[in-house]
């Protein structure tokens, strides 16, 4: 069963950048389809982006866009998510998330993923 650690969070100004990590254990990151979703105060959880299993392909959703890059290194068996052009609304608690069997059309969900770290906050001030 893997275990999942994020880190890398913290305080950053508008039109800053932040790296998140996710380190995984009992399990490599290259063996699971990979995910960031994210929290914020009185919200859902929201989907923010994912790496496929199978292809590697990647996912992100529309306010992230092309301001975050999802990547893996498998030699150090982490996830990341490099946050750039940090928006206020940006602000929430960051999750890392896994799982073995998803399918294509349920990557976005987080009640597909069977794996979650503990979450590291992110607060952009404006």
């Known amino acids: 069963q893997v275990q999942l650690e994020e880190s890398g969070g913290g305080l950053v100004q508008t039109g800053g950048s932040l790296r998140l990590s996710c380190a995984a254990s009992?399990?490599?990151?290259?063996?699971?389809?990979m995910g960031w979703f994210r929290q914020a105060p009185g919200k859902e959880r929201e989907f923010v982006s994912a790496?496929?299993?199978?292809?590697?392909?990647?996912f992100y959703s529309d306010s992230v866009k092309g301001r975050f890059t999802i990547s893996r290194d498998n030699a150090k068996n982490t996830l990341y998510l490099q946050m750039n052009s940090l928006k206020h609304e940006d602000t929430a608690v960051y999750y890392c998330?896994?799982?073995?069997?998803?399918?294509?059309?349920?990557?976005?969900?987080?009640?597909?993923?069977?794996?979650w770290g503990q979450g590291t906050q992110v607060t952009v001030s404006s």
């Open positions: 790496v496929r299993l199978r292809g590697g392909g990647t």
């Open positions: 009992g399990g490599s990151v290259s063996s699971y389809n």
């Open positions: 998330a896994a799982d073995r069997h998803l399918i294509l059309s349920s990557i976005a969900t987080a009640q597909s993923y069977d794996y």
